[in-house]
């Protein structure tokens, strides 16, 4: 069992940046897929980054390449998602997600492939 708490969503003026964090409770965070997800109102949850077991491999959705970066760091059971250059289009609730298998596959960006989630924290950003 896994228990995922998000933080660091605020409201903030395009352009800017913001960095969200992830932290885990539970067994064996280092064998899992994390991602993150994000939903907007009126729209279907959509796919954000994801990172392996290792660090070695991430993969993000299509919106988000060359601004948002997602990492992990294992020794505070931690992962992490820097966005930059934010736009309004990316005011959304951000969902932290843990799959329980170790590399990311087709399968990374399908979120009923994952087993545990997080509540959520609201980014807003301002035009």
């Known amino acids: 069992q896994v228990q995922l708490v998000e933080s660091g969503g605020e409201l903030v003026q395009a352009g800017g940046s913001l960095r969200l964090s992830c932290v885990a409770s539970g067994s064996a965070f280092t064998r899992y897929v994390m991602g993150w997800f994000r939903q907007a109102p009126r729209k279907e949850r959509e796919f954000v980054a994801a990172?392996?077991?290792?660090?070695?491999?991430?993969a993000y959705g299509d919106s988000v390449k060359g601004r948002f970066t997602i990492s992990r760091d294992d020794a505070k059971n931690a992962v992490y998602l820097q966005m930059n250059n934010l736009k309004p289009e990316d005011t959304a609730v951000y969902y932290c997600?843990?799959?329980?298998?170790?590399?990311?596959?087709?399968?990374?960006?399908?979120?009923?492939?994952?087993?545990?989630w997080g509540q959520g924290t609201q980014v807003t950003v301002s035009s």
């Open positions: 990172i392996s077991w290792s660090g070695a491999s991430t």
């Open positions: 997600a843990a799959d329980n298998r170790p590399f990311i596959d087709r399968r990374v960006a399908i979120s009923s492939e994952y087993d545990y």
